[in-house]
């Protein structure tokens, strides 16, 4: 079956601009995740979906970043006022129970902010 | 000090010989990941485990709880296996299930 998918692959923006990153999950994944990975850098949690709970949002790096998922299934990461410390591959990825499940991740969207 | 760390940072192996990447981290968990990521390309979960052993294909990953120390094995490496493998653990009680990870390990396969 289809995997995690992400849209665009790649985006290059203008400093100051707003950026909206998506995420399809795996179908009936009811837990979704957003990391982040900066040039050099490791992999660093940014927010958690699951279910109907209230998101962990312990990771958004500032108030520019926020996330939403719609009906359980497509979540869409926006950044505003983009910096050019925000370029990084930003990886979804997706789970049917993280207690006992491995996490299956996205391709990534390459961001690059000029 | 940061909650995950992997050594060695970097290696490079000969085809056919017997690789291992080691984990170490400081807080309680629930559970540890590891993961592959080829350059250029996405991230591949290889193992989840929270005790013991397991065994998939030409890789091996090992933990102990109690030191709090994991390993991943690749035997007879080849090429392909060039890659980044990152450690990851899930914290016990960790709300959101989330993972904090390692520094990730380059490895280099040479034919």
């Known amino acids: 079956g289809a995997g995690v998918s992400q849209s665009p692959s790649n985006k290059v923006t203008e400093k100051g601009k707003d950026v909206e990153l998506r995420c399809d999950p795996i179908?009936?994944?009811?837990?979704l995740y957003w990391y982040r990975q900066s040039l050099g850098q490791g992999l660093e949690f940014l927010i958690y979906f699951q279910g109907n709970s209230a998101p962990d949002k312990s990771g958004l790096p500032s108030d520019r970043f926020s996330a939403e998922r719609t009906g359980g299934s497509v979540s869409t990461l926006t950044i505003q006022r983009t910096q050019q410390e925000d370029s990084a591959v930003y990886l979804c990825?997706?789970?049917?129970?993280?207690?006992?499940?491995?996490?299956?991740f996205g391709p990534g969207t390459r961001l690059l902010v000029l | 000090k940061n909650e995950v760390e992997q050594s060695p940072q970097n290696l490079t192996a000969q085809e056919g010989e017997f690789i291992t990447i080691n984990c170490s981290y400081s807080v309680g968990i629930s559970a540890l990941h590891w993961l592959q990521q080829h350059p250029g390309g996405g991230i591949v979960s290889l193992f989840m485990l929270s005790s013991g052993k397991k065994k998939h294909g030409r890789l091996i990953a090992t933990i102990n709880i109690q030191e709090k120390h994991s390993s991943l094995h690749i035997t007879a490496s080849h090429p392909r296996d060039s890659a980044v493998y990152i450690c990851a653990v899930r914290s016990r009680g960790a709300a959101g299930n989330k993972l904090t990870f390692g520094g990730g390990t380059r490895v280099l396969v040479k034919p």
């Open positions: 990825a997706s789970s049917l129970d993280p207690a006992k499940e491995t996490q299956y």
């Open positions: 179908s009936g994944h009811t837990a």
